[in-house]
């Protein structure tokens, strides 16, 4: 596609539930990124993919939070026994190795 | 480390420049970005410059880097209202070439 592709855009959950976010990156970007931005916050730094190298996963903030990159392209971070602090909005990014990072329009995720 | 530090909120009348400043503390730093913000909307990069630069200049954009005191600032020419949003600086990190983000610079232009 033309850009970095998030679904869903929203999403209201309730606390205890699991959550999957998608992230289509813009073909051929070998690195993809997860970002997740709390009200009024920059962005947190959550999960690094690059190419075939073992992902960066040292800004998770639990184990409740995972992600995978099948294929090299599409990703998914799943949030399992959501709670209300992980409400924000979760951003990801694409590059071509060391190329500035594309963004996506984000998932805005509310856990009530 | 990988603090990037910004100050918070900047309001600018129409027409004037604006300048944005920004901190960071990983000297091996490659890249610095400069991403837009608008309200609702995912991040817009709208600069970066390599580290062995000191300066860069795009269209009404300006980015100015110091290394030696880890300083970057974006200047923007001429602001308009539709400059209004949350400026991020962010470094790419050197090793891990993870993206470092600051927590944004808030940027309102008065008519």
């Known amino acids: 596609g033309a850009g970095v592709s998030q679904s869903p855009s929203n999403k209201v959950t309730e606390k205890g539930k699991d959550v999957e976010l998608r992230c289509d990156p813009i073909s051929g970007h070998t690195a993809l990124y997860w970002y997740r931005q709390s009200l009024g916050q920059g962005l947190e730094f959550l999960i690094y993919f690059q190419g075939n190298s073992a992902p960066d996963k040292s800004g998770l903030p639990s184990d409740r939070f995972s992600a995978e990159r099948t294929g090299g392209s599409v990703s998914t971070l799943t949030i399992q026994r959501t709670q209300q602090e992980d409400s924000a909005v979760y951003l990801c990014?694409?590059?071509?190795?060391?190329?500035?990072?594309?963004f996506g329009q984000g998932t805005r995720l509310t856990v009530v | 480390g990988e603090d990037v530090e910004q100050s918070l909120f900047l309001s600018v009348r129409e027409g004037d420049s604006s300048v944005i400043n920004c901190t960071y503390t990983?000297?091996?730093?490659?890249?610095l970005y400069w991403y837009k913000q608008e309200p609702g909307a995912g991040l817009q990069l709208l600069t970066y410059?390599?580290?062995?630069?000191d300066m860069k200049q795009d269209q009404r954009l300006t980015v100015l880097l110091n290394k030696k005191d880890k300083h970057l600032s974006l200047r923007i020419a001429d602001t308009q209202t539709g400059d209004s949003a949350i400026y991020f600086c962010?470094?790419?990190?050197?090793?891990?070439?993870?993206?470092?983000f600051g927590k944004g610079n808030q940027v309102v232009v008065i008519p």
């Open positions: 990983d000297s091996s730093s490659t890249y």
């Open positions: 962010a470094e790419r990190l050197y090793g891990n070439n993870r993206l470092a």
């Open positions: 410059i390599f580290s062995n630069m």
């Open positions: 990014a694409s590059s071509r190795g060391n190329a500035e990072a594309f």
